[in-house]
């Protein structure tokens, strides 16, 4: 088959590896009917995270049909149409039980293999499954491929994203990062009855964008946010911040503008050694501080019934449309934000 592999610092190559096998009888081969690029794919693309194998199959958003699996598999069938979360999960252990998904104890994320153990990505032609009853969800026929991608990442993570900071209807929030997760933030707050959400970018189109969703947008590049949100707050501050970015600076300004007591969720994937603000700070302000990986699958039902109610226009999230063999420039320009780019969509 045909994928896109990592083959160094910035440099993915469209080439032919051998076709996945069921190697375990919980297994699934998904044959893909599209994939996606993500944020989070360029730290490998950078190797900000080294130890990745060169020829690991990238990317981690796919959906597609089953087309074989495993004989311990009984709740899929050949032919069922599914979406993936980036990571795998069993379903039944500890951590599945009480909704950390992502933290299953057998779990693996897809896209990482490092000295040759691991589980390759879905930026192919056909993925391996894994666990896949407890990972794999299928979805109405009545979406698009493209539409049920949402659910296995971006708008899984923008809704954990919102649901950390306890939505009030008559709440001031924030999003920090207008790029998809934080778009995803916006209408998952919004699903839960936030009414004033600002958001933070200096990108005009994906500030549009955010306008476009219900948010009300703010340049940081042309203002002082932390000021500006103070004034509207009536000197308080923000009741919650959704930090959609994962760098320190992005951390630094979610500290500035939450309020006494408020909380911070942070679903960036941060890569630095420390965090922008000190205990003492935190202590400070009785800050509430939440972090870490999305359980996607615990989250892919509500998410596929947001989809589905067709109230929010996901389609206008995608920015291109590429063919699989085009996945080197695809990154590039993902990378580069060139013209427009928001969210990159490939078919095989």
Partial sequence: MKALTFQGKQSIEYTSIPDPEILQAQDAIVKVDCCAVCG??????????????????????????????????????????????????????????IGLTARCTQGQLYGWVEGDQGLHGGQAEYVRVPLAEGTLVKYNQ????????????????????????????????????????????????????????????????????????????????QIDVAAHLKELSKGIGMDGVMEAVGNPAAARMAYELIRYGGSISTVGVHTSSGFAFSPAEAYDK???????????????????EIIESGRHDLDGIISHRMKLHEGSEAYRIFDKKQDNCLKVILYP
């Fill in 40 to 97: 989070s794919d360029l730290h490998v693309y950078h190797e900000r995270e080294k130890g990745l194998d060169h020829g690991t199959v990238m990317g981690h958003e796919f959906t597609g049909e089953v087309v074989a699996v495993g004989k311990e598999v009984k709740q899929l069938q050949i032919g069922d149409k599914v979406v993936s979360p980036f990571s795998t999960s069993c379903g039944q252990c500890y951590y599945c039980n």
């Fill in 142 to 221: 009545g979406l698009s491929p493209e539409q049920a991608l949402f659910a296995g990442d971006i708008l899984s993570t923008g809704y954990y994203c919102a649901d950390q900071v306890n939505i009030q209807p008559d709440g001031n929030y924030a999003v920090i990062g207008c790029g998809p997760v934080g778009l995803m933030c916006i209408i998952s707050a919004k699903e839960m009855g936030a009414q004033t959400i600002f958001a933070i970018d200096q990108i005009p189109e994906r500030l549009a964008k955010a306008e476009e969703f219900g948010a009300i947008p703010i340049n940081f590049s």
């Fill in 286 to 304: 009785n800050l509430q501080y939440k972090v870490g990986r999305c359980p996607a699958r615990h989250y892919m039902k509500t998410s596929l």
